[in-house]
């Protein structure tokens, strides 16, 4: 059984950082482009960051550039989610997905992406 498992939410005050971390289990992803998507109250799920299968190439909405860098170990079978310098607008309900196919390009559209975590709260004060 395939579990993605989200952790490192919380809250913190504007400016402040927080990492995410996304254990996958059940199976091995490191030929899988995998994601990072986020769910403010009231709003739809929408793109944050993504990462390819070697780690080497990633993805960002505007709004975190700069700010928030993706990553991943293959050797955990765990993807990560930096978090700096952190907004208000940034509270959200952050979830981490699996793409559906392997290889190619990361993909921004939720609907490429098979697998999805239970999600994480990430609160910013400020």
């Known amino acids: 059984q395939v579990q993605l498992v989200e952790s490192g939410g919380g809250l913190v005050q504007a400016g402040g950082s927080l990492r995410l971390s996304c254990a996958a289990s059940g199976r091995t992803f490191n030929s899988y482009n995998m994601g990072w998507f986020r769910q403010a109250p009231g709003k739809e799920r929408e793109f944050v960051a993504a990462?390819?299968?070697?780690?080497?190439?990633?993805a960002y909405t505007d709004s975190v550039k700069g700010r928030f860098t993706i990553s991943r170990d293959n050797a955990k079978n765990t993807m990560y989610l930096q978090m700096r310098s952190l907004k208000p607008e940034d509270t959200a309900v952050y979830f981490c997905?699996?793409?559906?196919?392997?290889?190619?390009?990361?993909?921004?559209?939720?609907?490429?992406?098979?697998?999805w975590g239970q999600g994480t709260q990430v609160t910013v004060s400020s």
């Open positions: 990462v390819d299968w070697s780690g080497m190439s990633t």
């Open positions: 997905a699996v793409q559906r196919t392997r290889w190619g390009g990361t993909s921004r559209n939720e609907y490429e992406y098979e697998y």
